[in-house]
């Protein structure tokens, strides 16, 4: 059984034209899957599993609590 959540994180990173925060994926994915289940926590949780696995990238910004910002590994290549 495929994971909707993850499914959901890369097609959201594939459209963006810009890297994304926690915040603006979990709103979208709320809109998407319309599942009460769907936490920031899970929501975080799955982005932490893509960026270990090499398919996304991510990096904390800002002082304090401060924000993640999210974007494809694969964005800014250049391509030949």
């Known amino acids: 059984m495929g994971d909707d959540i993850k ?3 890369i097609h959201i990173l594939d459209r963006a034209m ?5 915040k603006e994926i979990e709103d979208e994915i709320k809109n998407t899957i319309k599942k009460e289940s769907v936490t920031r926590t899970k929501v975080f949780y799955r982005l932490n599993l893509l960026r270990g696995e090499g398919k996304i990238k991510g990096k904390f910004t800002g002082p304090g609590k401060g924000v993640w910002i999210w974007w ?3 964005v800014f290549k250049i391509k030949k």
């Not at 810009?18 to 926690?22: R, V």
């Open 18 to 22: 810009e890297p994304l925060e926690t």
């Open 72 to 74: 494809r590994s694969d």
């Open 7 to 9: 499914d959901e994180v």
